[in-house]
């Protein structure tokens, strides 16, 4: 059972509310939801010099992504996919999928044979950011 007091707090309690929201003085606001877009980069086979390496991709963070590594390059090229803490490797004429959330990608690619130029692979990037 409730007292006087507590009575008479939650009345004011009411009042105050309701005479706010009539006048115009308190405002219900929504929470915004976030904007969702998304992208995808493409990876073009790049040719790498004899016993050389490139980066293919800078570390970058992703909320989301899917990662497809076409395996269209040539075997003497050896990726390294860092992923968070994570190090993958693969060669040029392997496929593969690595799905990323809330974590950063870097690619290298370095070239095995030290007497010809050789090509990585396609590698595609789809992410969505909010």
């Known amino acids: 059972?409730?007292?006087?007091?507590?009575?008479?707090?939650?009345?004011?309690?009411?009042?105050?509310?309701g005479a706010l929201a009539t006048f115009?003085?308190?405002?219900i606001v929504?929470?915004?939801?976030p904007t969702i877009t998304s992208g995808?980069?493409?990876?073009?086979?790049?040719?790498?010099?004899?016993g050389g390496?490139?980066?293919?991709?800078?570390?970058?963070?992703?909320?989301?992504?899917?990662?497809?590594?076409?395996?269209?390059?040539e075997p003497q090229i050896t990726l390294t996919v860092k992923v968070g803490t994570a190090t993958y490797t693969?060669?040029?004429?392997?496929?593969?999928?690595?799905?990323?959330?809330?974590e950063s990608v870097e690619i290298t690619a370095t070239n095995t044979d030290t007497t010809n130029p050789r090509?990585?692979?396609?590698i595609e990037l789809a992410y969505l950011a909010w």
């Open 1 to 17: 059972m409730s007292t006087n007091k507590e009575t008479i707090s939650g009345l004011a309690g009411g009042l105050i509310g």
């Open 24 to 27: 115009g003085l308190m405002k």
């Open 30 to 33: 929504k929470p915004a939801m």
């Open 40 to 50: 995808k980069t493409k990876i073009s086979p790049q040719s790498v010099s004899a």
């Open 53 to 73: 390496s490139a980066t293919l991709l800078p570390s970058t963070t992703y909320k989301f992504a899917i990662v497809l590594f076409h395996g269209d390059g």
């Open 90 to 102: 693969l060669n040029g004429d392997e496929q593969a999928i690595e799905v990323v959330a809330n």
């Open 119 to 122: 090509n990585t692979m396609t």
